[in-house]
């Protein structure tokens, strides 16, 4: 079975620069979600989906960062403009029909370094 | 505000010691819980959950943890730690109250050859 699948690896970009995360969770999984992890610290949870509605944003700062997840398969996380605190691995998860009972797998990640 | 508390940020061993990792929350209600492992360059894993039933639960790798509900706690064990173990470690719970999946601040063990 495939996993999460997250892209770019690796992005370097610079302060007020804007870039995009792409990610495709694993087939059939309806909730997708997108995870913040600064170095030294736990994920932190941006925003979760579930299909192509948004079922938790309350930790995405919405001045600069915005997801969707059109047709309910995958998604895309934009962050603009880029501020130096946002350098962190931004990590794609899903889950089969939510977090309660199911497992949540998670992709490699994306690593943002702003400069 | 819930929470999830991991004791030790740190950790250093030498191979085949024993190995316990502090995991505390603060949730009302039923509560799932998890611990994930992250090994250097590599995505988040499931070590092992907690669902319901056993409060012991068994993992991968010999990995085991036991809930104790009455402390809110959550604790992993290892017996015997080997080289390829030094990792990060995150304890994780889902609340029914919130259906939001929380992490710890993860604990870096180090495992000395």
């Known amino acids: 079975e495939a996993g999460v699948a997250q892209s770019p690896r690796y992005k370097i970009i610079e302060k007020r620069q804007s870039v995009a995360f792409w990610c495709n969770p694993i087939?059939?999984?309806?909730?997708l979600y997108w995870y913040q992890q600064i170095l030294g610290q736990g994920p932190k949870l941006l925003i979760q989906?579930?299909?192509?509605?948004?079922?938790?944003d309350s930790q995405l700062p919405k001045d600069r960062f915005s997801a969707e997840r059109l047709k309910g398969v995958d998604s895309t996380l934009k962050i603009q403009p880029a501020k130096l605190e946002d350098s962190a691995v931004y990590l794609c998860?899903?889950?089969?029909?939510?977090?309660?009972?199911?497992?949540?797998?998670f992709g490699e990640g994306s690593w943002l370094t702003v400069v | 505000a819930q929470s999830v508390s991991q004791h030790n940020h740190h950790v250093i061993l030498s191979e085949a010691a024993s190995l316990e990792l502090g995991c505390n929350y603060s949730y009302g209600g039923t509560v799932n819980l998890f611990w994930y492992v992250q090994y250097p360059g590599q995505h988040l894993q499931l070590l092992l959950k907690y669902f319901s039933g056993d409060p012991l639960v068994k993992g991968i790798k010999g990995f085991e943890a036991e809930f104790i509900k009455s402390k809110f706690s959550f604790n992993l064990r290892k017996p015997s730690v080997q080289w390829s173990d030094t990792a990060e470690y995150f304890c994780?719970?889902?609340?029914?109250?919130?259906?939001?999946?929380?992490f710890g601040q993860g604990t870096t063990l180090q495992v000395k050859p």
């Open positions: 994780a719970v889902i609340s029914s109250n919130t259906g939001k999946l929380i």
């Open positions: 989906f579930q299909n192509n509605g948004v079922v938790d």
């Open positions: 087939s059939g999984h309806a909730t």
């Open positions: 998860a899903s889950s089969p029909r939510g977090t309660v009972t199911n497992t949540i797998y």
